[in-house]
């Protein structure tokens, strides 16, 4: 089973969105793994965003994340990373498939309502920048 992380950021969390966001999920053959409701720190942002430091919205998404809580959940499937990237879509929500979670429930590019894993980065990263070991289930 490969992991993958989702992230349901602020904008969504305020909306009391998730359970919709997370049974979704769960209906496209995801068992969740780990989840955790939390809030970041600027310093923490900037670390998990680091890939991200020097382009000019680096910044505004330090301070979004940051800006309430945030679900923080891994996510497991067969070819888990590219089908969350599908059910997620593309990051600008105007741009977005319909029926996408950025398409439903983002606002706009930079408050683009949930955070997947890339799979040309490293996913198993993020998974544990949020979770250790013993937090997941096998």
Known sequence: M???LLIIKPNVVMKNKTGEILARCEREGFVILGLKHLILSPQEARLFYKMHEGKEFYEELVEYITSGHIIA????????????????????PAKAEPGTLRAMYGADIEHNGVHASNPDEDPLSEVHFFFSTHELLS
Not at 79 to 89: P, S
């Open 2 to 4: 490969e992991r993958t």
């Open 73 to 92: 959940c891994c996510l497991g499937r067969e070819n888990a990373v590219r089908r969350l990237r599908e059910i997620v879509g593309h990051t600008d």
